[in-house]
């Protein structure tokens, strides 16, 4: 979870995050999203009249500009790569990859959903606001419970629906999809303290859990 623009606090901390699960022998995919900054610019391009498809297209390079701070502060490295296969070949070389978004349409968690498919990764952890999935969106309902364990039915349930931009859900509809397809082990968790990624990776009680 990462504020806009990022927070160089949170940026450090989950750079010793990441520093420690390289030396664990993981790699690490990370796509960072555009935060509030993009859903600003997505009001702004929506006012002026501009297609849904345009204001995805903004919002897509603000999460880019996020990604290539944070890829900056990883590896020094300035640029990040804009489509899956440029995300996959700095993976396999350097064992960290950095991305923000990728095309109007989906979100960076669609992105990330995707990345984690092809990478046929392990697992995928989904740093938020909210301390995992819940019955109903517990900003509009107080009474809604966090759910530990669910199916990937179940969250589609709970979370399908189309895709608009700047939507603000969970997870969003169009990964939810992708997520149902690939089967890919899903971990949403509170973002504020970085350590978390770590215990989801070994399989701590964190968060939720969808498999």
Do not use: C
Not at 36 to 44: G, K, L, M, V
Not at 45 to 56: N, R, V
Not at 189 to 195: E, I, K, V
């Amino acid at each position: 979870m990462l504020e806009s623009p990022p927070s160089a606090k949170v940026v450090n901390a989950y750079a010793e995050v990441i520093a420690d699960l390289n030396f664990e022998g993981h790699s690490v995919a990370v796509v960072v999203g555009g935060g509030e900054i993009s859903r600003e610019y997505i009001r702004s391009a929506a006012a002026m009249g501009l297609s849904t498809y345009q204001q995805d297209t903004v919002a897509i390079h603000a999460s880019r500009l996020n990604a290539r701070l944070v890829a900056m502060k990883l590896g020094g490295v300035s640029s990040v790569p804009t489509s899956i296969d440029g995300m996959l070949q700095r993976l396999a070389r350097n064992r960290v990859a950095v991305m923000g978004g990728l095309k109007p349409g989906i979100t960076t968690d669609t992105v990330a959903a995707i990345v984690a498919a092809k990478w046929r990764a392990d697992i995928l952890v989904k740093a938020s606001d909210q301390n995992g999935i819940y019955t109903e969106d517990p900003r509009a309902n107080k009474k809604a419970k966090k759910l530990d364990k669910l199916t990937y039915e179940r969250m589609k349930q709970i979370l399908g629906g189309a895709h608009r931009p700047g939507i603000h859900s969970i997870i969003d509809p169009v990964a939810v999809d992708q997520l149902v397809e690939s089967r890919v082990k899903l971990v949403v968790l509170n973002g504020s303290d970085p350590r978390g990624v770590i215990r989801a990776i070994h399989g701590e009680k964190i968060g939720t859990v969808v498999s």
